[in-house]
């Protein structure tokens, strides 16, 4: 009696704090190209960054806008001219909070004849410019991918230096609250390598913590994501690689709730002429650059890639992304969903959603890019949607708490059919299940004993030796689990 009384109540407060939640999954159309790459939350509002055309200069522009808590569009403001190009950051990257001053967000500008210069932007809290500041070197082209703010209320940038022809260097430039520069460093190997900043924060000791993208140029399949720690002048410490055979994706880093760095990426298994089979991985490194745990989720699809991750709530992280449908019925592989992952303090994945605005079967493409935590427990992602006649335009998708964009959890529950392929294993899927607990194993002529935790029990099952394939179906008797280990 006591148990179901527990849960009795644990239910109701769930249900109150779903009910007091916001929804919406909106499309903000300007000039029929309007990417989002990143979103941040101001006084229960949500700033945008992005890219698009600005219709009276005709030219490439940055634009910053908001939309209110539940989802109308306030204002939409863009930075133009008539002879420059103005480019906003990396996805998932280059937008910060300035404390209750405005904000900051980072990215390029430059004609298509003249080598560009990075840019720093600054707006006040209501979109309006107060400035913007350019960083340059009179034979080569700079661009910023990512910013965020520092503790003597500066701003730490990155990304990349052509240093020749295409082959660039990591930049890293520290300015001060007016965005005068104070130093820069350029990181690069000797040879034909192209390396680029993609993400960068403060870390405790004030030193930061930069993820970058390394290849050699004309041979995509040598990417490789690095995590590098330099000092608080920019001096190299020390750096992992966290590649694997295949070409990968970017990675993005933050500070971990109990100050050691958390590190998101996806890993490829495998790839194709133009794409690559990608998992998504999380890494917690120590302040030395050891490896605490590194972990992989879901399974691997068509560039499958992660764009953000953070520190959430109640502890634990929430990262965001996109996959391709490999298994879409019509053969469009290209069709594209947006997904939010919760992990614990452990890396131990909570639940895993879906989304999409176009739901059809054709090339319709649904990426999220970046994520803000919400003051209602919830999270609001950006990104953009387009299918073959509808343009680019900006996706912003308001969830609950427990990632839902409905009450109740009504979406966002996929079906996985696993791919045979030899280096993915183990399957478990849907998280959450309403009815079965579906569990897939790849395994050769070895004995496999496992545990599935749910939330109130735990069921043990073994798989028999000399399988090589096998699969299996857990009943559940109650509806909602959610698979914890």
Not at 61 to 81: M, P, Q, R, V
Not at 230 to 246: A, H, K, M, R, T
């Amino acid at each position: 009696m006591k148990r179901y009384f527990i849960h009795f109540i644990t239910l109701l407060i769930a249900s109150n704090l779903i009910g007091q939640a916001t929804y919406f999954n909106n499309a903000y159309n300007y000039n029929n190209f309007s990417p989002a790459l990143a979103v941040i939350e101001y006084d229960y509002e949500y700033i945008l960054f992005g890219v698009t055309n600005d219709s009276i200069n005709n030219n490439v522009s940055a634009y910053i806008a908001c939309i209110d808590s539940i989802g109308n569009l306030k204002y939409w403001k863009t930075i133009s001219d008539s002879a420059k190009q103005y480019w906003a950051g990396y996805r998932g990257s280059g937008l910060s909070k300035v404390d209750q001053m405005g904000f900051a967000a980072v990215g390029s500008v430059g004609t298509y004849i003249d080598s560009s210069n990075a840019i720093l932007y600054r707006f006040n809290c209501f979109g309006d410019t107060l400035w913007t500041k350019q960083y340059s070197d009179p034979d080569e082209f700079l661009r910023f991918h990512d910013c965020n703010t520092t503790s003597d209320n500066g701003f730490i940038m990155t990304g990349y230096q052509l240093v020749w022809n295409s082959y660039s260097d990591i930049l890293l430039i520290k300015a001060d609250s007016l965005g005068n520069e104070q130093w820069r460093q350029e990181y690069g190997d000797a040879g034909l390598n192209i390396e680029k900043g993609y993400s960068v924060v403060q870390t405790p000791d004030n030193g930061y913590l930069i993820g970058y993208y390394q290849w050699v140029a004309g041979q995509d399949e040598t990417g490789d994501p690095v995590v590098m720690k330099v000092d608080s002048l920019g001096n190299f410490i020390w750096e992992q690689n966290i590649g694997g055979p295949y070409g990968e994706f970017v990675p993005r880093v933050c500070i971990g709730n109990d100050g050691t760095y958390i590190t998101g990426v996806s890993i490829a298994d495998s790839a194709g002429q133009n794409y690559s089979y990608s998992r998504i991985k999380l890494y917690r490194f120590s302040t030395d650059g050891d490896v605490l745990w590194e972990k992989y989720y879901c399974k691997t699809d068509v560039n499958n890639i992660l764009y953000a991750v953070y520190p959430d709530h109640d502890g634990g992280y929430i990262a965001t992304g996109k996959r391709h449908d490999y298994y879409n019925p019509q053969g469009q592989w290209w069709n594209s969903f947006g997904w939010l992952l919760k992990v614990n303090e452990n890396g131990d994945s909570l639940w895993y959603r879906e989304y999409q605005y176009y739901t059809g079967t054709g090339d319709d493409y649904n990426d999220l890019y970046d994520l803000c935590l919400t003051t209602d427990g919830g999270y609001t992602m950006v990104g953009q949607i387009s299918t073959w006649v509808e343009p680019q335009t900006a996706w912003v998708i308001k969830v609950d708490s427990l990632g839902c964009d409905t009450p109740g959890c009504a979406t966002g529950m996929n079906i996985y059919t696993p791919r045979a392929v030899e280096n993915e294993a183990l399957w478990i899927y849907p998280n959450p299940a309403n009815a079965y607990l579906n569990c897939s194993l790849q395994i050769t002529n070895v004995r496999c004993l496992f545990t599935i935790c749910l939330a109130e029990s735990r069921m043990r099952y073994e798989f028999p030796k000399g399988k090589r394939r096998y699969k299996l179906m857990f009943p559940l008797i109650r509806q909602g689990y959610t698979l914890l280990c």
